[in-house]
């Protein structure tokens, strides 16, 4: 009796067909969607080193709501050396010796039960140029991994001036350059230090102060900011970001 040879296995061009798995599928191209979004923050970043940002998200929020912001942007060559020391005095007096995250003010904000005063300028000025304001964890991760970027490819010179540039200093008045004409009616760099003090003082809070008609607690607090920025000129903490 012959016997019967052994049925071939079907081929599909020469190989077995691959199963489709969803799952797989969309972890892969998620990771090479978070690589490629990386690439292009990495970029934007590096970019912006020399090309300052445009208008930021939030002031395009301010500007869709009110019809129109005040904002021109300025070098820091062209604003007076007491306003950046006034800020870093107001804002992140080691603002020279950290390398984005202050670790001994977050320690102490948790110690205390609380964010405040932990959020460095490096922080700041990257939630304020790339990212959104408001509370949540998204937020603050993105801003996490950014802001070391930025330390890496930015001077500290150059975080200072973009900072002055997108802060808010009153309802829909953006930077230093239109600040300093709002509130005193003079360029940034004509701000005396007791100016410079108050702009710097209104910051935490711009919609709720005022640098032309300060509050009792606006005085104390730019008169404090005034001691700190000549404090941090004599030690030498504003050495990163002067001349």
Known sequence: MAKRKPAKSKKTGGRAKRR??????????????????AVVAACVIVAHR???PPKTIYMRQEEARLGRIDHVWVSLDKVAPVMARAAVAAEDAEFCNHWGFDMTAIRSAIEEGSGRGASTISQQTVKNVYLWHGRNWLRKALEAMMTPVVEIVWPKRRI???????????????????????????????????????????LPDPKGRSAANPSAYVRKRAASILDGAATIRRDGRSACFED
């Open 20 to 37: 489709f798995r969803p799952v797989a599928f969309a972890w892969r191209w998620g990771v090479r969607l978070i690589l490629l979004v």
């Open 50 to 52: 020399v090309l300052n």
């Open 160 to 202: 200072i001036e973009v900072y002055l540039n997108v802060a808010e200093f009153d309802e829909g008045v953006f930077g230093v350059e239109a600040a300093s004409r709002h509130y005193f009616g003079v360029g940034p760099d004509a701000l005396t230090p007791t100016q410079a003090a108050r702009l710097a003082a209104v």
